[in-house]
């Protein structure tokens, strides 16, 4: 792959957020290639090669909701093969099972791929156990299942992503039409990790356009309808702190992200839809300078996001304008309940979604998400040991004790959510380092 490097980089304390990038050629080429051209200091090529060796260290997630097997089949056909992918439904399993229909197509298409899929479901009794054994009982409902929600099913594989010694975990949605966009996704998210210089690094897939049609023509359309509010908010966010108005933040709603192993263990997540845009508040609250940082490494490393425009189009299950207004509106929740967020976007973030008909006048917004603290609160060894005897087991590497908490590091957690800044300084006010 050939990409330019980012034009603008927003700086925030220790995190940096690169401008999106632009892919010029999908296709890099071999590491040592005998005609290699010479060095061009705006373009970096991504050797295939390189390509290669993230991806064998990365596993890849594919959500499931009742999408249609089909088109699962073509989103697992689109994932480089060297990745481990990891498949969790909450497809119901009553009256008729669907994921049993799922696993089965899925254990079908494996054997033609020849490779081995790690598909569970969220519910599984024999996985819940294991959550709560780990210690990690935020992820469970009153009656002591894994709760609904593509988010928690999300950081559920995680966990399993963890146990399979991956470093890095990326996630694809399950609806998406185009197999080859699939592929392409993945290799930007190797080529992001192959530019950032920390361990913490996050990448975030900007689509070229989203087709559509419109009076019997196809449009492609740039944004999708959540996304351009997100993105204004988040970017707010961020210029009320650094007193720069700022655009850099294009991708607030991106389904289509990875991360490092190292990051994914450091964030706290917020439930459903609205994970995605709270990687940004969440880091920024844990990083940005504002709130203590809950690590000393994290600080000295810092964090980098990158986000990658994706060549082909993006075309998923249209799911009707009330999905895309409970995702904006949730969006919208964990920005306006962030600890961080000051008076005047909070008046801000209320009228619109007021006057996007969001809600109703004279309501306000209620804090309904579930949080999530950082994974590595989890204690992974009684997580692997639940699993032993699951047909997955013989995927999981042998040594799980990195992030295993000791009780002196137990100490040391801290749930950002609890935090409380005593005051919001006028806009501009705030120096962050
Ligand atoms: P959108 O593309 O962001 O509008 O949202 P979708 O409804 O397409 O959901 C994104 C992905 O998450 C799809 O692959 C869904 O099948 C999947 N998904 C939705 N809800 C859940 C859930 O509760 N659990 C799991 N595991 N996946 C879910
Ligand atoms: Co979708």
Same mark, same amino acid.
């Given at each position: 792959?050939?990409?330019?490097?980012?034009?603008?980089?927003?700086?925030?304390?220790?995190?940096?957020?690169?401008?999106?990038?632009?892919?010029?050629?999908?296709?890099?080429?071999?590491?040592?290639?005998?005609?290699?051209?010479?060095?061009?200091?705006?373009?970096?090529?991504?050797?295939?090669?390189?390509?290669?060796?993230?991806?064998?260290?990365?596993?890849?997630?594919?959500?499931?909701?009742?999408?249609?097997?089909?088109?699962?089949?073509?989103?697992?056909? %689109?994932?480089?093969?060297?990745?481990?992918?990891?498949?969790?439904?909450?497809?119901?399993?009553?009256?008729?099972?669907?994921?049993?229909?799922?696993?089965?197509?899925?254990?079908?298409?494996?054997?033609?791929?020849?490779?081995?899929?790690?598909?569970?479901?969220?519910?599984?009794?024999?996985?819940?156990?294991?959550?709560?054994?780990? %210690?990690?009982?935020?992820?469970?409902?009153?009656?002591?299942?894994?709760?609904?929600?593509?988010?928690?099913?999300?950081?559920?594989?995680?966990?399993?992503?963890?146990?399979?010694?991956?470093?890095?975990?990326?996630?694809?949605?399950?609806?998406?039409?185009?197999?080859?966009?699939?592929?392409?996704?993945? #290799?930007?998210?190797?080529?992001?990790?192959?530019?950032?210089?920390?361990?913490?690094?996050?990448?975030?897939?900007?689509?070229?356009?989203?087709?559509?049609?419109?009076?019997?023509?196809?449009?492609?359309?740039?944004?999708?309808?959540?996304?351009?509010?997100?993105?204004?908010?988040?970017?707010?966010?961020?210029?009320?702190?650094?007193?720069?108005?700022?655009?850099?933040?294009?991708?607030?709603?991106?389904?289509?992200?990875?991360?490092?192993?190292?990051?994914?263990? #450091?964030?706290?997540?917020?439930?459903?839809?609205?994970?995605?845009?709270?990687?940004?508040?969440?880091?920024?609250?844990?990083?940005?300078?504002?709130?203590?940082?809950?690590?000393?490494?994290?600080?000295?490393?810092?964090?980098?996001?990158?986000?990658?425009?994706?060549?082909?189009?993006?075309?998923?299950?249209?799911? %009707? =304008? #009330?999905?895309?207004?409970?995702?904006?509106?949730?969006?919208?929740?964990?920005?306006?309940?962030?600890?961080?967020?000051?008076?005047?976007?909070?008046?801000?973030?209320?009228?619109?979604?007021?006057?996007?008909?969001?809600?109703?006048?004279?309501?306000?917004?209620?804090?309904?998400?579930?949080?999530?603290?950082?994974?590595?609160?989890? =204690?992974?060894?009684?997580?692997?040991?639940?699993?032993?005897?699951?047909?997955?087991?013989?995927?999981?590497? #042998?040594?799980?004790?990195?992030?295993?908490?000791?009780?002196? =590091?137990?100490?040391?957690?801290?749930?950002?959510?609890?935090?409380?800044?005593?005051?919001?300084?006028?806009?501009?006010?705030?120096?962050?380092?």
């Amino acid at each position: 792959m050939k990409i330019e490097i980012s034009r603008e980089i927003e700086r925030f304390g220790p995190i940096k957020i690169h401008g999106v990038q632009k892919v010029f050629e999908l296709d890099g080429g071999l590491k040592n290639a005998d005609n290699d051209e010479e060095y061009n200091p705006i373009m970096q090529r991504i050797a295939y090669d390189i390509q290669h060796e993230i991806q064998e260290q990365m596993a890849i997630v594919v959500p499931v909701r009742n999408e249609k097997i089909k088109l699962i089949e073509g989103v697992l056909s %689109g994932i480089p093969h060297h990745c481990q992918v990891i498949i969790v439904s909450n497809s119901p399993r009553e009256p008729m099972d669907r994921f049993k229909l799922e696993k089965d197509a899925i254990e079908h298409i494996g054997r033609f791929m020849n490779r081995k899929f790690l598909v569970v479901h969220q519910k599984d009794p024999v996985l819940t156990k294991a959550v709560e054994a780990s %210690g990690y009982k935020h992820l469970l409902d009153k009656k002591g299942n894994i709760k609904n929600g593509k988010a928690e099913g999300m950081i559920l594989s995680t966990m399993l992503a963890y146990l399979c010694g991956k470093k890095y975990v990326g996630f694809i949605d399950s609806d998406n039409y185009f197999p080859g966009a699939v592929l392409e996704y993945v #290799q930007e998210y190797c080529a992001g990790f192959f530019l950032s210089a920390s361990p913490f690094t996050m990448v975030r897939i900007s689509w070229h356009s989203k087709p559509k049609v419109v009076e019997s023509n196809l449009f492609f359309a740039k944004r999708g309808r959540a996304s351009e509010h997100t993105n204004r908010i988040l970017n707010r966010l961020i210029s009320y702190y650094t007193g720069y108005g700022t655009e850099i933040i294009k991708t607030g709603n991106a389904g289509e992200h990875a991360l490092t192993m190292e990051m994914a263990m #450091q964030l706290d997540y917020s439930s459903g839809y609205s994970i995605e845009p709270y990687h940004y508040v969440n880091v920024l609250e844990r990083y940005g300078g504002i709130l203590a940082p809950p690590s000393d490494k994290v600080m000295k490393e810092g964090v980098e996001f990158f986000q990658i425009e994706s060549r082909n189009p993006h075309l998923h299950e249209v799911k %009707g =304008d #009330q999905h895309v207004k409970d995702m904006s509106l949730a969006a919208m929740e964990v920005i306006y309940h962030s600890p961080i967020c000051p008076p005047a976007l909070k008046a801000n973030i209320l009228e619109d979604v007021h006057n996007r008909k969001l809600l109703k006048k004279e309501e306000d917004i209620e804090s309904q998400l579930h949080y999530y603290p950082a994974l590595y609160s989890a =204690d992974f060894k009684k997580f692997k040991e639940e699993l032993k005897n699951e047909e997955y087991a013989p995927l999981f590497v #042998q040594d799980v004790s990195k992030y295993t908490p000791r009780e002196k =590091d137990k100490k040391l957690m801290r749930d950002t959510k609890a935090a409380k800044i005593k005051e919001i300084p006028k806009e501009g006010k705030l120096e962050v380092k």
